[in-house]
């Protein structure tokens, strides 16, 4: 089935750790008809996370891609690496409870999943869910409000230093 154009454009990035299940997703998505943009890594050889998780968060934040999928080992580094990009909600999800309570809840933008700790067919389950999951808003967007709040008092006293 091809998905129709108003679908969402994917950023996908991972380190070595992630790299496996990264191709996997990539193809996964490629076949579904989704636009892909590949950030990298290109192979198994050991790179840094917080490079991935940056580019993402970036590419995500700057528009040119919807919603953003990063990959390392445990999805901790790289989660914690996009999250630290403002405008970015990366969660890590481990099935597809948190999957969806990451869109349902948290508004995510970026799925953050461990190529380490997940198989290849359990993080495609996780990326249909995540990528299909509306956000509820109603009381969960005061709380979205909040974290875009710190995200804004944090650069303002930034600013004075
Ligand atoms: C790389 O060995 C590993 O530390 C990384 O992929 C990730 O799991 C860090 O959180």
Redesign the pocket.
């Known amino acids: 089935m091809t998905i129709p154009s108003t679908n969402p454009r994917i950023a996908i990035a991972s380190?070595?750790?992630?790299f496996s299940v990264k191709e996997t997703i990539r193809k996964y998505l490629e076949s579904a008809g989704y636009a892909v943009s590949d950030l990298g890594t290109s192979s198994e050889e050991?790179v840094d996370?917080p490079d991935y998780g940056k580019a993402v968060g970036e590419r995500v934040v700057s528009k040119q891609s919807d919603l953003g999928i990063a990959v390392?080992?445990?999805?901790?580094?790289?989660s914690?690496a996009a999250n630290k990009v403002p405008g970015v909600r990366a969660a890590l999800a481990h099935d597809l409870h948190t999957a969806r309570l990451a869109r349902e809840h948290n508004d995510a933008n970026v799925l953050a999943l461990?190529?380490?700790v997940v198989s290849g067919e359990a993080a495609i389950r996780m990326v249909q869910v995540f990528l299909t999951t509306a956000y509820l808003g109603g009381r969960h967007q005061r709380r979205v409000d909040k974290i875009t709040a710190i995200e804004k008092q944090e650069r303002a006293e930034a600013a004075k230093r």
């Open positions: 380190d070595h750790a992630g050991s996370y390392c080992g445990t999805g901790m580094g790289i914690i461990g190529g380490r």
